[in-house]
């Protein structure tokens, strides 16, 4: 018989890929400027260096990084990576860090070790798409959670845990993508409290934290966890490479266990290649120059696009973020930054229509816009045409 | 509150991880031959080459590699593994064929994408403990089917897609892990009948393929798919190297598409740096030779575990593979494997009890051998001790 797709999962049929996958396209047009994408700059990767320590770890360990390794992770990194969270405050103790594909694999493995279908999961409204996709995948119920400049409302958090007893919620805090907002100290505390109190699983989703550049770096969520129900998801990708896909998850060593049996099954374990190429950049102390190098950089291109919402129409506003690699901006009510996407394209600039980051839709008059991958010059020419093409 | 056991999903509750776990942990002991393992051979990983082969692709490709990629995958790699499964009778058209993190992530996803808890799958029995795992973690029911030195019986695969309505089986054609035993070429266009037929998918794992020392390879089962139903899921962990976690899987592309978003929310991409190492080592034409190499190495191994045979009690039994990793042993009845192995490893020599590969348990007296990781003269010593320590 023909194949038919009476075979796919029901709750798989209606996922259909990234929202912005489309948009994606436009970019390949000459000249044209993209505020679009979520990558780092290529001038923060550094391939000279990563193609020496693929030598070095390769002569170091040789054929141990080529077998099988074990799922729960190749040691050496699991204890740099570890020492490299201590900042946060998060202390992983053993069986506490998995290393995972960078931080979308520790939010699925998360996922498919708690989620049944129909559970309800709160997250931030907007959010990151791709976390949406996962929850969508595993037939979970969205429930988006209320945010304003200090990130998620407490308030709004509790009374929706009593209202949807949710499994997990799920937490951007610091620069978030889409919105470039850092969650408050005092509201860091008071989620954990929340995630205690009532028994919720709280994912702590943390890949930009150390692009920062102004203010003073704010302790985890997962510092004021007490009774271990805050899961805490880094990834090197912002730092030193999307492409080698390295994160670490950090559980309590009952729930860590159980990620961990889902990526037995998942993929076995993370290549050792990349673990120990990660490992030995941590070791040889690389991590803090490159930071301070790369943020240097960030910072300049971040200025010139808060600079450039001059030419944004009047009543526009925007966030200021203190890092990270995204701003947000709302336009005057009325104006629809989807419909004025071809506009802004002709005008050779893209960017993300806001709307597609809430749970449900709506707020038409916001967009996403990301600094990291133009030049100075760029920033300043491409912030101008986009101006002309909201105001035309 | 104190964190419990009730955040996890019910279905994931009763999975505590491999079953052989606690045994792979006794083959620490020093002066141990373990027979346990599914490894490669050390001798059969290039360490040296894999330096040259990422030295070469980050220099060509440079910040390409370190960038974010496509969930697709990376052009060249997709290219050059269509191309070397062609030799299989394995077609993979635009859309086909997706890189993923070996042929465990081609199964995770394939299951990603169309079970529902409760969906039925036919496995063959014994099976791969890895695979059986993920069925369950996917909450689906595994009904076993009947084997024999041909492999899966399609008489009984018929009798109980009828019976069961399963939408997917699974199926290791060659050199299958546990027995060792391959389908035969009349069974394989059986089995892809009977899935177009009755329109069941059917995932063929075929990772252990090229590792044949005799007889001659036959196709796929997916070179007789006609209508699509067919999954072909390749690996490079038993030619190249496991610890990169490099496979490929190739499905019709609707199917494959809907693999493809469950990859995007899973880990967004398999690392570029392994898919162009792997890719530089296919387009330099090393796998042949390669191949050639271990495959004369492995033949010598199974030669003398096939001769160590002599040392067993009376009235055992065992496979004679031609190719793959594993020889498979039933002891007369009355023998339990599973009782016996405290004795073997005393006398430093360790297995796989048969039981834990069956659906649903019992066959006590069977084995599983690995010779791939050890050297001729341990295989011979090992052989010797074991048949004392079965025959004591």
Redesign the interface.
């Known amino acids: ?5 009476d ?6 049929r209606p ?4 929202a912005i996958r489309e948009i994606f396209k436009l970019l390949g047009k000459p000249g044209m400027i993209s505020f679009a994408g979520g ?2 700059s ?1 001038a923060a ?4 260096v ?2 020496e320590l ?2 070095e770890v ?2 170091k ?9 074990a799922t729960e992770g190749f040691a050496p990194f699991i204890e740099s990576a570890g020492e490299f969270l201590k900042e946060t405050g998060v202390q992983a103790g053993p069986g506490e860090l998995l290393p ?3 931080g ?2 520790a ?2 493995l998360l996922l ?6 129909g559970d309800v999961i709160l997250a931030e409204d907007p959010t990151f798409l ?2 949406l ?2 929850m969508h ?1 595993y037939n979970a119920k969205v429930v988006p959670i209320a945010t304003d400049e200090n990130g998620a409302i407490p308030e709004d958090v509790e009374e929706k845990i009593r209202a949807w007893k949710p ?1 997990l919620m799920y937490i951007i805090p610091t620069f978030q993508n889409p919105s470039g907002v850092t969650l408050s100290l005092e509201r860091r505390k008071k989620l954990a409290e929340l995630a ?4 919720v ?1 709280l994912a702590e989703d943390d890949p930009y934290r150390d692009l920062r550049y102004s203010g003073e770096a704010l302790p985890a969520i997962k510092s004021f966890d007490e ?3 805050v899961v805490y998801m880094s990834s090197f ?1 912002k730092y ?6 390295l994160g670490a998850a950090v559980a ?1 060593p ?2 860590l ?2 990620m ?3 990526k ?11 673990q120990a190429i990660v490992d030995a950049y941590l070791r040889k102390g690389l991590m803090p120059g490159h930071l301070r190098r790369i943020c240097g950089d960030y910072k300049k291109q971040l200025d010139a696009m808060l600079a450039g919402f001059r030419f944004f129409p009047e009543g526009s506003k925007h966030t200021v973020p203190e890092g990270g690699l995204f701003v947000w901006a709302t336009l005057p009510e009325g104006l629809d930054a989807k419909e004025l996407l071809p506009r802004a394209v002709e005008n050779n600039v893209a960017y993300v229509p806001g709307t597609f980051f809430y749970v449900n839709g709506e707020h038409e008059n916001t967009l996403r816009l990301n600094f990291s991958n133009a030049t100075i010059p760029e920033i300043e020419s491409g912030m101008r045409k986009l101006g002309e093409a909201l105001k035309a």
Chains 1, 2 share one sequence.
Request: proline share 6%; with cysteine.
């Open positions: 018989m023909k194949f038919t797709e075979c796919i999962a029901r709750h798989m996922i259909t890929g990234s990558n780092p290529n990767l550094e391939p000279e990563i193609s693929a030598v390769l002569q360990y040789g054929t141990t990084l080529l077998q099988y390794g995972v594909q960078g979308s694999q939010w699925d498919k070790a708690v989620i049944e279908p791709g976390a996709q996962a995948i499994k205690n109190r009532y028994g699983l009774e271990g129900w990708s030193v490479s999307p492409g080698m896909r309590n009952v729930l266990r159980k961990t049996i889902g037995q099954s998942a993929d076995v374990h993370s290549p050792l290649i990349t």
